[in-house]
């Protein structure tokens, strides 16, 4: 089957944009400069504080942290809600007179800024109150078993673990109780989120969020259903064999397990139940450490990025794990709540791998830097996911634990058995996974007032193949982090998926010029540093996402090196 090549591109066409980086700034332009120099100039400070805000919220609980990081992030967006300057980039951009490929870049990210925040005052900030709201509910919130509070790495350690079908139960359903506890603020929050978007004649907060993404829902659509079409035969075989190990395990029939049997509260990650559990490898062995030798030793050293971090579970602390550039300027910081597992190894990795595309943006250039502070980020949010998924599967990768862990050849052996067939399962899982999410999060923002209960358990059915538990279903969907502080994200991380995959091939192939992939750790080999300075971190995001991938990897984005890599 024929699986579509990419997004089409709509930035100025790079080759034409380096022709005419020699030419002086014209009336328009020198305006632009000027305009973006004074927003700058304002915006930077107030980013920088309310990322540390943040961050002091998310490594406390404390309310007064998220009260403080509501009014700053309320002030940002007035500033970018500002309809007077709004109509001065729309007029820019429509002029088509800026034609220095960098103010237009900057251009279009504060185009896009703007118009998603053209929204009346008073919806501003019931927008912002209410999403703050949520997030501290949701963030300090802990689940409880039999009266008794647990944390989201208590409930990962029974869920992975524990052979007591009831007690997996009520694990994972203590994953969910906090879905119950924000449902009714959020479903007000996405009508608010549409009501703003309808203002600016979108027909969905969907819609508006992947517009001013510099994406299309179209092609989206179309990369999504044909991955269905391709995983279908190879998803249900491999989910087949992992439902008759998991039911003998816990000495069932595979036709009752139910959504606890599986070791994610989501079944977003593959069980660690073939011949090996690769948990028993990295038991012994401090993943913080592992992880700060690696990145080291590819030439992205990563030790002040882990000085400045938190790393290990606490009560109030937010459960789950992220990167934070706190200032464009080379703070930058992960939150973690470390196990020696395979799972927290990956999520190192991965956490790392966001870190080090914003640590290794080129900060150089510009009038002291200030006015490319704009473009100190990521080509595109997926792109940071594809380098945190890059990296995030070595976790799996049988020769970089052999490497890593200094374990035999007899250990390699074993684990290359299965660690290919785990990484296999988990990409093809994880795409399915994606679909649920992004199928239902477009029909949320379509109509918030439907069954979505049902709903979400319909998408479950037929793209996970897993069974709804007994009984009245909840909104234990809701406890799916990404709906309440990133909406309506989750293709991106597929899209990331893709890349990883490309970036792969083309690393492997055309940079270390291999005639496969076969044993690459990439462990020690500063190429793939300097390669991935050169041509993804250090642009920052100079240019369009799409012409990036294609200076980067001879081609657009595509996804016939996942297809090639993970499903044929």
């Not at 073939?274 to 990145?295: C, G, P, T």
């Amino acid at each position: 089957m024929k699986i579509c090549s990419g997004f089409r591109r709509t930035a100025l066409c790079f080759t034409m944009s380096v022709l005419l980086f020699g030419c002086g700034p014209n009336a328009k332009e020198r305006k632009l400069e000027k305009f973006i120099t004074a927003h700058v100039e304002k915006i930077e400070p107030m980013t920088t504080q309310a990322n540390l805000t943040y961050w002091d919220a998310s490594t406390t609980g404390k309310s007064e942290y998220y009260d403080k990081h509501s009014q700053l992030r309320l002030e940002i967006r007035r500033i970018y809600s500002n309809p007077q300057k709004y109509a001065f980039l729309k007029d820019m951009k429509e002029s088509s007179q800026v034609r220095d490929a960098r103010l237009a870049r900057q251009l279009d990210k504060l185009y896009y800024a703007y118009l998603r925040n053209q929204i009346e005052p008073q919806l501003l900030e019931k927008l912002v109150d209410l999403d703050t709201k949520i997030q501290e509910k949701y963030n300090t919130f802990r689940g409880t078993i039999d009266g008794k509070k647990v944390t989201m790495s208590d409930i990962y350690i029974i869920m992975t673990t524990e052979k007591d079908c009831r007690k997996r139960e009520l694990a994972w359903k203590a994953s969910k109780q906090v879905g119950d506890a924000i449902i009714d603020d959020f479903i007000e929050l996405v009508k608010l989120r549409n009501k703003a978007a309808r203002k600016l004649d979108f027909d969905s907060y969907h819609t508006l969020s992947i517009v001013t993404g510099e994406q299309n829902v179209e092609e989206l659509d179309r990369i999504f259903s044909e991955l269905y079409e391709l995983t279908n035969e190879p998803f249900t075989r491999m989910k087949e064999e992992l439902d008759r190990i998991l039911a003998e395990s816990y000495g069932i029939a595979p036709e009752e397990l139910l959504p606890w049997h599986y070791h994610d509260p989501f079944f977003q990650r593959t069980p660690l139940v073939y011949e090996l559990d690769l948990d028993l490898y990295y038991n012994k062995h401090d993943v913080k450490e592992l992880a700060e030798k690696y990145y080291a030793g590819i030439g992205l050293p990563v030790d002040d990025i882990l000085a400045r971090s938190d790393l290990y579970d606490r009560e109030g602390k937010y459960p789950h794990a992220f990167s934070e550039d706190v200032d464009r300027r080379g703070d930058v910081r992960i939150l973690c709540n470390l196990q020696n597992t395979e799972r927290w190894m990956e999520t190192i990795l991965h956490e790392l791998g966001h870190a080090v595309y914003s640590k290794y943006h080129d900060r150089k250039s510009g009038n002291d830097g200030l006015p490319d502070w704009l473009l100190r980020e990521p080509a595109h949010s997926f792109t940071t996911e594809a380098i945190a998924m890059f990296f995030g599967r070595l976790s799996r990768n049988a020769t970089w634990m052999q490497e890593m862990l200094n374990l035999s050849e007899q250990q390699h052996a074993n684990i290359e058995k299965v660690s290919a067939k785990y990484l296999r399962f988990q990409q093809i899982l994880f795409a399915r996974w994606a679909m649920v999410m992004y199928n239902f999060e477009k029909q949320l923002y379509a109509d918030p007032d439907q069954d979505l209960n049902n709903l979400w358990w319909e998408l479950v059915e037929k793209y996970q193949l897993v069974r709804r538990p007994p009984g009245p279903v909840d909104a234990g969907w809701a406890s799916k982090l990404h709906f309440t502080t990133a909406p309506c994200y989750y293709h991106n991380y597929m899209l990331g998926e893709l890349l990883a995959s490309q970036l792969h091939y083309h690393i492997v192939h055309k940079v270390f010029k291999l005639e496969s992939d076969k044993d690459v750790s990439y462990i020690g080999d500063k190429r793939l540093g300097e390669y991935l300075r050169r041509k993804v971190l250090g642009p920052g995001a100079l240019y369009h996402w799409n012409d990036m991938i294609e200076q980067a990897t001879a081609e657009p984005l595509t996804p016939k090196y996942f297809v090639n890599q993970f499903i044929k």
